[in-house]
């Protein structure tokens, strides 16, 4: 692509680790999706599919104790387990049940809701996951501003779940010709995603995320993550607080 | 693989990003293989291979300028091109004719020399490019260390053509039974690289950096860095001085 037509162009960038987010990071007058696939950001597209009113993502066990001492229910996940004293964590099936519906809780995990924190300067801040793709790619191409997929990683590392769902997206919205300019980790990210996308589960057989969660008997959660479309709400920060795109 | 088989083999990382480093560098028993393929990488091969005694690395313009001061061969690039006032630039073709036989030779360079700076605390610390391909990963087999594949990119943004290196060359060390502990970020990179090798000029065609190397005609210099195993000398790291492994 010539750079003349790139100016025309939405840049799309995969950012493969929230410490590199700075490094991208470059005009706020922009879509950030947050990505945490295995568990932040399927847990919260299934709180909102479930009835939730809002979620406050939190990125301390501090801020998430205040809260709870105000009375609200709140959600504290650490190394993939729910820290003692709190509601729940961060597994997509804890939602099934509806009891949450209209309410407004609290979140802290290991790295999704640390991530939401680092992008909320952005315009535009999106949750992301397997469960709501669609709806997300709908949302970018409507917003019509550079996009950062920013993928919440494991502690800073680079992971392979978050990096097939930025592919994923990267791949779907750059069939409008409004989104191709793509850096390589938009270039990286969608070839990866086209080599797993016949069997994800099988191609995280041996990542490590996946077999961190394997030890503990979470293959359901796994299964629930990779997962198309379950959901078609959006949910977008607000301020601090994270509504659903549909109100 | 189990925990307890991880814990009897050695690590091989990828660190996508020089951004990246301090978060996967943990311990400084390591080998760490620095990647600049586009150019600088390949250059300091084709340096040796030409016979120079040595370089020195140098991250800032100033501390060139100050060497220059002091009568060395200098080569400064800075955005691709050669700085002006400079001996030579990081183009390897520069190195051809041998005129820097025997010579110590000074070099600094926008992302290459930055990253050999950065990983200088390691044990090992070595040059590599698709050019000394079989030589480094001889190297790393008889270090029997845990491997660092640090990845310069462009100005901390990951790029395509140092992943395909360090894919290929985690590819090649976990073929033996003791280099098989994989991060997720050397599972995407073997990944790539598999998806890439059967024609990387090709595969890289939509890359950033190669796209800026062919606005300035330097595809020559795009096919010499893509060609495998031109060298088989090894720059390691002694000091704060490149030398070849091979004295």
């Known amino acids: 692509m010539s750079e003349e037509s790139s100016r025309n162009t939405r840049k799309v960038e995969v950012v493969l680790s929230p410490a590199l987010f700075p490094v991208y990071f470059e005009n706020i007058d922009c879509t950030v999706v947050v990505i945490d696939v295995f568990r932040a950001t399927s847990a919260i597209c299934a709180a909102f599919e479930s009835g ?8 301390t066990l501090e801020e998430a104790i205040e809260y709870k001492k105000k009375g609200f229910l709140v959600g504290a996940e650490r190394n993939a387990e729910v820290v003692e004293g709190f509601d729940f964590g961060n597994s997509p099936l804890g939602f099934k049940d509806g009891q949450f519906k209209d309410k407004t809780i609290v979140l802290t995990t290991t790295n999704g809701t640390k991530a939401v924190d680092m992008a909320k300067s952005a315009h535009n801040v999106v949750i992301g996951a397997f ?14 501003k550079d996009v950062l997929l920013l993928c919440a990683g494991w502690k800073d590392r680079f992971n392979l779940e978050d990096t097939l769902f930025a592919g994923a997206v990267a791949e779907k919205i750059s069939q409008n010709l409004r989104f191709r300019n793509l ?4 270039i990286a990210a969608i ?6 996308k016949d069997d994800m589960y099988e191609f995280l057989g041996e990542s490590s995320h996946r077999k961190r969660l394997s030890r503990m008997n979470m293959e359901e959660d796994v299964i ?15 301020g601090n607080v994270i509504v659903s795109n549909r109100e």
Chains 1, 2 share one sequence.
């Open 52 to 59: 939730i009113d809002s979620l406050i993502p939190v990125a």
């Open 131 to 144: 469960t709501n793709f669609t709806a997300v790619c709908d949302y970018i191409e409507k917003a019509d």
């Open 183 to 186: 850096s390589d980790s938009s």
């Open 191 to 196: 070839n990866m995603y086209n080599s797993a």
């Open 224 to 238: 629930y993550c990779l997962t198309l479309d379950l959901s078609n709400i959006v949910p977008v920060l607000q």
